[in-house]
């Protein structure tokens, strides 16, 4: 069955550093997302990308994020300048035109 | 804005039959979505149903849907130990729309 991949499993990084988040969403999907869940805490949803833009972001996807399909089948999060408060797994998802979303298995981002 | 509440803990014997239940507040939850996290695992869509249906049967799992009241429950029969996980509830005003999930209920199945 097809998957979307997440890669690294977990990353820790110090904080003011710059992060890369790495995903291969499912070949033939179009819609792709980024979540997140800080422990303890809901899956939030953090921006989706549709036709090479962001065609929704949540208020907590400010300047400090960004995302990126650079070569047709990864879809990267970047976050500038980490702050302890961004600890959390972050979850990648897409889906096809119809409902049905297909997470990965996260990443989870611990920093120091 | 939109909510998700869940009770955060089950704690079940193995056979016996498990009933996790969630209340939504938007009204135009059209999607309603059960999720379950196995440890290390990604979220796997377990069942959905739409908010035209008041239930909706899948094998050991039955999804009901109190429109007025707003709540979804995911009933698992003859629980196993490997439905042990967190089971996330779920709604989107669409199919393609964002998802709003609550925190989460940790189901512990014990042998």
């Known amino acids: 069955e097809p998957e979307v991949t997440q890669t690294p499993s977990h990353q820790v990084t110090q904080m003011g550093q710059e992060v890369i988040l790495r995903c291969v969403p499912i070949s033939n999907h179009l819609y792709f997302y980024w979540y997140r869940q800080i422990l303890g805490q809901k899956v939030e949803f953090l921006v989706s990308?549709?036709?090479?833009?962001?065609?929704?972001k949540s208020e907590i996807f400010d300047d400090q994020f960004s995302v990126e399909r650079p070569d047709g089948s990864n879809f990267t999060l970047k976050i500038r300048s980490t702050k302890l408060e961004d600890s959390a797994m972050y979850f990648c998802?897409?889906?096809?035109?119809?409902?049905?979303?297909?997470f990965g298995s996260g990443t989870r981002l611990t920093v120091v | 804005g939109e909510d998700v509440e869940q009770s955060l803990f089950l704690s079940v014997r193995e056979g016996d039959s498990s009933v996790i239940n969630c209340t939504y507040t938007d009204s135009s939850s059209t999607y309603l979505y059960w999720y379950k996290q196995e440890p290390g695992a990604g979220l796997q869509l377990l069942t959905y149903?739409?908010?035209?249906?008041d239930m909706k049967q899948d094998q050991r799992l039955t999804v009901l849907l109190n429109k007025k009241d707003k709540h979804l429950s995911l009933r698992i029969a003859d629980t196993q130990t490997g439905d042990s996980a967190i089971y996330f509830c779920?709604?989107?005003?669409?199919?393609?729309?964002?998802?709003?999930f609550g925190k989460g209920t940790m189901l512990l199945v014990s042998p």
């Open positions: 779920a709604e989107s005003r669409s199919g393609y729309s964002t998802l709003t």
């Open positions: 990308f549709y036709n090479n833009e962001i065609s929704e």
């Open positions: 998802a897409s889906r096809t035109e119809t409902y049905g979303y297909t």
């Open positions: 149903i739409f908010s035209n249906m």
